[in-house]
């Protein structure tokens, strides 16, 4: 077992012009841990995500997952990551089975055993009866599905996924959260992005909240939210406070719609 | 109200330019340098002919008002260049009713580039031909509802067959139809032209009755009433404008009709249906019982065309490969351009090698006949120029139909050299084959039979050199190629398909010239010395390898470390 921790950030950093998206970022996750990003819109998230899995090159910093710096042995690194991107742009003339058997066989994975994964995972997650349908055809829950089956596929040692649970039904993201507690159970880790705080409650035992490219709490859960509620103590500690209403007193009164 | 999306639409073309950069300005540009002579052109056609001769005037007007009406009608259509910054669905929400949103849509759809051009070269014909009185308002009317007919038919067309094509197999082959009736109207177009050509028929007397034919079209009738109006015949130019105006309405009634069904409906939830599937799937097993089955095709995953499963192998460079002959097929755009390239390809050999035939005499040993027996046995060789209409439809922007879904293969760790192989491998099968095949019909038709293994060796040589350009063109100057899932008719903005227009057709000439020392060596052995020609197989062979490996490699070592910067390329544009 590696003693180094799953993911380690030092300095990481992207602008975007004069948008400083992502500012000197510095994090630890131990392995074998459910680490929850939370942050609200714009806040860095999907940026950091995209730097740390290879698909964005960040302006400064290192990123080391598992013990392997990213961007400087790519290849090596990414052999030990899965990722579930936010947009979930998938190659839409596929078929379901066609896609996982295109990403296993990318990672140089052995056909049969691609096959044998790629039929449990579409069972467990309730699309083999639409393992033959083109994903052009997929509701919005059954590619976020397909897409989380083929981050499974070549059993990664670090999961990222960008906002798992978003515009998804209840049934599916309870299927999803299953998926994920068995794998980490196994001492696997995974990082994920939300907006919704109860289920970063329930499932994460680590969290970090970002505001404007910074992180400005992390900790296991109970330290960072202190006895109140995660969203209580996110909305503190990101400062939303309460909006000045005066100036909307028009607002919900019968008189004042035009 | 109507002046509110007019000031909406000014400010959707101003931000679509500063979002652009400067690409996006330079295609302007250069496509505004395109189309500049058309415009004074038009103008000076219409304002200066008839002064001189009003006869030939008279046809030019019909011509020019037929031509531009056409124009409009076949233009978003055929090329997905009409401009959807203002879609209608994206208003359904506002309180607006049908009728003000179809009288500013259509005040909208009057602002642009595109329009301004037409009418102002729509005006040369009030110079051209309005005479003093009240003829002149005559002629200006006619010119104005000529303008209206364009654009009313334009939006009527792409708004109602955007309201039939809701479902995503119906815009598949909407797709299909379209670019392919397309392609047949230019062949036909083109055949009927030389057939013509030496017959009995005067080319006059052709154009006379043509032009007495499209008279009685709503564009030809807005010509009609505008020579009527000039030459004094007030009652018939009356009548004439009355007929294209109850066009127009019609069609905008049309229109209307098909708009406020377009709000108000829903868009099916695609239901996700069973594919018809014809060959076996590892992985689509209905029940979970019949894992055996999976397990016993596993060798060769179901992604693999069956009649492949020899040529590609299950690895990266394999897979690859196989998605790639799957998008071929699958992929709207991809298809067309396969389909009209293979058209192509077999339709042009053909057109030179039987156009080319000496008379009704069957082909036997002729005189000059050094290979093979038929008159021209070296007309083997155009079959090549399916080579070329393959490749440069298809080869230059490989990464176009992964889009931003390119992302799978880079956090895939893996070399990206082999996708390129893998791409080329997916390319090289169908246009060899292509060539293949079309080099044996005319080796049949000719009986240059000896001349097949010849270009079969230089289409190896000529593919090499189209894929190396490619490849370096793909990774270069990548861009996404449109979906056709959400807007069908969406192009890429204005101006950004002419900056692609202009490095496509710097990579054709680079590859062009990468082939003339192959040129060189098989135009020494058709003229003077034949062994050149021996000598041009295998040389041709290994030039093409040679150059496909050098490619490969400039562009596989590029990319290795920049496939962030291709995804990004490959991204639609975000507003970060």
Redesign the interface.
């Known amino acids: 077992m590696n003693s180094a921790p799953a993911l380690s950030l030092r300095g990481l950093r992207k602008a975007?012009g004069p948008?400083i998206?992502v500012d000197w970022l510095s994090l630890d996750v131990p392995h074998g841990c459910f680490f929850g990003l939370v942050g609200p819109n714009g806040a860095g998230k999907t940026t950091t995500l995209s730097m740390v899995?290879?698909?964005?090159?960040p302006d400064a910093g290192t990123v080391v997952v598992d013990g392997v710096e990213v961007w400087r042995d790519?290849?090596?690194?990414?052999?030990h990551?899965?990722?579930l991107?936010e947009?979930l742009?998938?190659?839409?003339?596929?078929?379901g089975?066609?896609l996982?058997?295109?990403?296993g066989?990318?990672?140089?994975m052995d056909?049969?055993t691609?096959?044998?994964r790629?039929?449990e995972l579409?069972?467990v997650l309730g699309l083999?009866?639409?393992?033959?349908?083109?994903v052009?055809?997929?509701?919005h829950g059954?590619r976020k599905k397909l897409a989380l089956a083929?981050a499974l596929l070549h059993n990664p040692r670090v999961l990222f996924l960008d906002e798992p649970f978003e515009a998804i039904d209840p049934v599916s993201a309870r299927t999803i959260r299953l998926l994920l507690e068995r794998y980490t159970g196994g001492g696997a880790t995974v990082v994920f992005s939300s907006h919704v705080m109860t289920v970063v409650e329930q499932l994460c035992d680590r969290v970090g909240i970002m505001h404007n490219g910074r992180l400005i709490a992390e900790g296991p859960l109970d330290q960072v939210r202190a006895g109140r509620s995660l969203e209580d103590a996110f909305v503190e500690l990101v400062g939303a406070g309460q909006s000045d209403t005066e100036t909307l007193g028009w607002l919900g009164s019968s008189s004042g719609s035009s | 109200m109507a002046w509110v999306f007019v000031r909406l639409k000014l400010r959707l073309l101003r931000n679509g330019l500063r979002l652009g950069g400067w690409q996006q300005i330079a295609g302007l540009v250069f496509a505004g340098l395109l189309a500049l002579p058309l415009v004074p052109g038009g103008f000076a056609l219409l304002a200066i002919l008839p002064r001189h001769d009003p006869e030939a005037g008279a046809t030019a007007a019909m011509a020019v008002f037929v031509g531009v009406f056409a124009g409009w009608l076949a233009l978003p259509l055929f090329s997905a260049t009409l401009d959807t910054s203002l879609d209608p669905a994206k208003l359904a929400l506002l309180p607006l009713r049908p009728r003000q949103l179809a009288v500013g849509l259509f005040a909208a759809a009057c602002v642009g580039l595109g329009p301004l051009g037409t009418l102002l070269a729509l005006l040369g014909a009030v110079a051209g031909f309005a005479p003093a009185g009240l003829g002149a308002l005559l002629v200006v009317a006619a010119v104005l509802l000529e303008f209206a007919l364009c654009v009313v038919t334009a939006r009527a067309v792409t708004t109602v067959l955007s309201r039939w094509l809701r479902s995503r197999r119906a815009r598949d082959l909407v797709i299909l139809v379209v670019s392919l009736s397309a392609l047949l109207l230019n062949l036909t177009l083109q055949v009927v032209l030389r057939a013509v050509e030496p017959g009995r028929l005067s080319r006059f007397g052709g154009l006379r009755t043509t032009g007495r034919v499209l008279g009685w079209s709503p564009p030809g009738l807005a010509a009609r009433a505008l020579v009527a109006g000039s030459r004094g015949r007030l009652g018939a130019a009356v009548l004439e404008l009355l007929a294209v105006a109850a066009v127009v309405a019609l069609l905008g009634w049309w229109w209307y009709g098909s708009l406020q069904r377009l709000l108000v409906t829903v868009e099916p939830a695609s239901a996700p249906r069973q594919q018809r599937s014809t060959e076996p799937r590892p992985v689509g097993a209905r029940r979970p019982g019949t894992e055996r089955e999976g397990a016993r095709r596993a060798a060769r995953p179901g992604l693999f065309p069956r009649p492949l499963w020899a040529l590609l192998p299950a690895n990266r460079l394999g897979v690859v490969a196989a998605k790639e002959l799957r998008y071929f097929a699958r992929h709207p755009r991809l298809r067309v351009q396969w389909l009209t390239a293979g058209l192509f390809a077999i339709a042009l050999p053909l057109f030179f090698t039987l156009s080319s035939r000496p008379g009704p005499t069957p082909p036997g040993p002729g005189p000059g006949a050094g290979f093979g027996g038929g008159q021209h046995p070296h007309l083997v060789f155009t079959a090549l120029i399916g080579i070329y209409v393959a490749v440069n439809q298809t080869v230059l922007n490989q990464f176009g139909a992964d889009g931003a879904a390119y992302w799978s293969n880079i956090v895939a760790s893996g070399d990206p050299q082999d996708d390129l192989a893998g791409k080329s491998l997916a390319l090289a099968l169908p246009t060899l084959t292509l060539v293949t095949a079309v080099s044996l019909l005319i080796a049949a038709i000719t009986g240059g039979w000896a001349w097949v293994p010849l270009t079969l060796c230089l289409a190896v040589g000529l593919l090499g050199a189209a894929l190396a350009v490619g490849m370096f063109t793909s990774v270069h100057s990548a861009f996404p190629l449109p979906g056709g899932t959400t807007n069908l008719w969406g192009g890429r903005g204005s101006g950004q398909g002419c900056a692609v227009g202009m490095t496509q057709l710097l990579a054709m000439l680079a590859a062009g010239v990468l082939c003339v020392p192959l040129g060189v060596l098989v135009g020494i052995g058709v003229a003077w010395w034949h062994p050149a020609l021996v000598l041009a197989a295998p040389v041709a062979v290994a030039y093409g390898v040679a150059l496909w490996r050098f490619g490969l490699f400039l562009a596989g070592d590029w990319l290795r470390g920049h496939q962030p910067d291709l995804l990004a390329a490959l991204s639609p544009r975000r507003a970060a």
């Not at chain 1, 790519?74 to 052999?79: F, G, S, T, V």
């Not at chain 1, 083999?128 to 083109?134: D, F, H, I, R, V």
Request: aromatic letters at 6%; charged letters at 25%; zero cysteines.
């Open positions: 975007y948008k998206a899995t290879g698909l964005l090159r790519p290849a090596e690194a990414k052999r990551i899965g990722v991107p947009e742009r998938l190659l839409e003339r596929l078929s089975d066609e996982l058997t295109y990403n066989l990318l990672r140089g056909p049969a691609v096959a044998e790629s039929a579409l069972a083999t009866e639409a393992a033959s349908t083109l052009v055809d997929y509701s059954m083929s």
